[in-house]
């Protein structure tokens, strides 16, 4: 079905109530709908919701420009990985100066759903090679997190609390990366 130049796929299921999606990475639209629900019932309510639909569009468009995985020849990622390990040679003692935190140490790997970890018994920090893609404030967002955790090892109210105390800012960085995809 194509709603306002939209196409919808339509799913009928025994659910209550009606649902929008617009699902990454393509910014395709599933309407799941009780099995009872009328066409002109879903067109009513979709057509409601059609400016929100778009808006989550575009903002799956601008994600979609910043993939960090693209396909890239081996001599490109040893030129990441190069450029990625100066820079994190160069911040990483900054922060650990900032926050009184040393890792013990770290590395560079491709990772497909984090950009980054830390072990906490061991102190070792991984750096997903993809941050190469992305801005140093994004980078500098990573190291502190990773070297908080050595700290605070997860994200309740005192690892936020340290966050907010070393980067006030965090949340916006935080938000600028989340427009990366990792894949």
């Known amino acids: 079905m194509t709603i306002a130049g939209i196409p919808i796929e339509i799913q009928k299921k025994s659910i209550k109530n009606i649902h929008i999606h617009v699902k990454a990475p393509k910014g395709n639209v599933i309407v799941t709908a009780p099995r009872q629900t009328n066409d002109a019932t879903i067109i009513k309510i979709v057509e409601e919701r059609i400016e929100w639909i778009?808006?989550?569009?575009?903002?799956?468009?601008k994600r979609m420009k910043l993939r960090v995985n693209q396909e890239v020849d081996k001599t490109d990622w040893v030129a990441a990985d190069k450029s990625l390990r100066a820079n994190i040679s160069k911040l990483l003692p900054k922060w650990e100066s900032i926050t009184k935190l040393k890792c013990s140490t770290w590395q560079i790997r491709k990772m497909k759903t984090r950009w980054g970890s830390c072990n906490v018994k061991t102190k070792k920090i991984w750096f997903n090679l993809h941050l190469a893609n992305t801005t140093i404030g994004c980078l500098e967002y990573i190291i502190l997190?990773?070297?908080?955790?050595?700290?605070?090892?997860?994200?309740g109210a005192q690892f936020k609390a340290q966050?907010?105390?070393?980067?006030?800012n965090w949340r916006e960085i935080q938000k600028e990366l989340k427009q990366y995809i990792l894949d």
Do not use: S, T
């Not at 778009?54 to 468009?61: C, G, L, N, S, W």
């Open 54 to 61: 778009k808006r989550q569009q575009v903002q799956m468009a």
């Open 145 to 155: 997190h990773e070297l908080l955790h050595i700290r605070v090892p997860n994200h």
């Open 163 to 168: 966050m907010d105390h070393y980067m006030p």
